[in-house]
Antibody
Framework: QVQLLESGGGVVQPGGSLRLSCAAP????????LHWVRQAAGKGLEWVAV????????NYADSVKGRFTISRDHSNNMLYLQMNSLRGDDTAVYYC???????????????WGQGTPVTVSS | SSELTQDPAVSVALGQTVRITCQGD??????PSWYQQKPGQAPVLLIH???NRPSGIPDRFSGSTSGKTGSLTITGAQAEDEADYYC???????????FGGGTRLTVL
């Protein structure tokens, strides 16, 4: 059974760092790209980052480029998001999501975790 | 960067048909995917690759694209379809994903 289980969210001061984790048991980890998508309270979905199915690329939204790093560990089917220099507008629920890379390109997120909340506040 | 525009709110009478649209230049090169999100829950993929439904998605949900406008059609809306609906696509220049602002569907 496919599962995506996020953890690592919490309260952090502006300028601080946080690392989110997403456990991904139950499917062939190497066959899928993985994304982080966030949603501020009462707002819409915002794409954050993707790591490609073959690890050939990482892509980042302009709003987080240079501050966030996506990575994954194939040995334990884990996805990570290292978040540095956090700002108030990074406050959101962060979801990890799986992407089958139909046609070899990112786009359709076919399974989502339940999200982990991040609050950036002093 | 590219944007996707959705109507903020749409309503439909129970059992009737409703179309939710998504507009953006990226749709000329990349089919939209559509997601349903209910309060307190994670999004669920409804449609990908223009009109492909994942297993378990009712066939009252369908998709189409014309030019730079993508559409999600619900034929025979049910009370449980009341939710937020989001489109997304890929920017062909930098492979960034783009989400529309979402449409809140009310079933009357």
């Amino acid at each position: 059974q496919v599962q995506l289980l996020e953890s690592g969210g919490g309260v952090v001061q502006p300028g601080g760092s946080l690392r989110l984790s997403c456990a991904a048991p139950g499917f062939s980890f190497r066959s899928y790209g993985l994304h982080w998508v966030r949603q501020a309270a009462g707002k819409g979905l915002e794409w954050v980052a993707v790591i490609w199915y073959d690890d050939s690329q990482e892509n980042y939204a302009d709003s987080v480029k240079g501050r966030f790093t996506i990575s994954r560990d194939h040995s334990n089917n884990m996805l990570y998001l290292q978040m540095n220099s956090l700002r108030g507008d990074d406050t959101a629920v962060y979801y990890c999501a799986r992407d089958p890379f139909y046609g070899g390109l990112p786009g359709a997120l076919d399974f989502w975790g339940q999200g982990t909340p991040v609050t950036v506040s002093s | 960067s590219s944007e996707l525009t959705q109507d903020p709110a749409v309503s439909v009478a129970l059992g009737q048909t409703v179309r939710i649209t998504c507009q953006g230049d990226s749709l000329r090169n990349s089919y939209p995917s559509w997601y349903q999100q209910k309060p307190g829950q994670a999004p669920v993929l409804l449609i990908h690759g223009n009109d492909n439904r994942p297993s378990g998605i009712p066939d009252r949900f369908s998709g189409s694209t014309s030019g730079k406008t993508g559409s999600l059609t619900i034929t025979g809306a049910q009370a449980e379809d009341e939710a937020d609906y989001y489109c997304n696509s890929r920017d062909s220049v930098d492979n960034h994903l783009i989400f529309g602002g979402g449409t809140r569907l009310t079933v009357l």
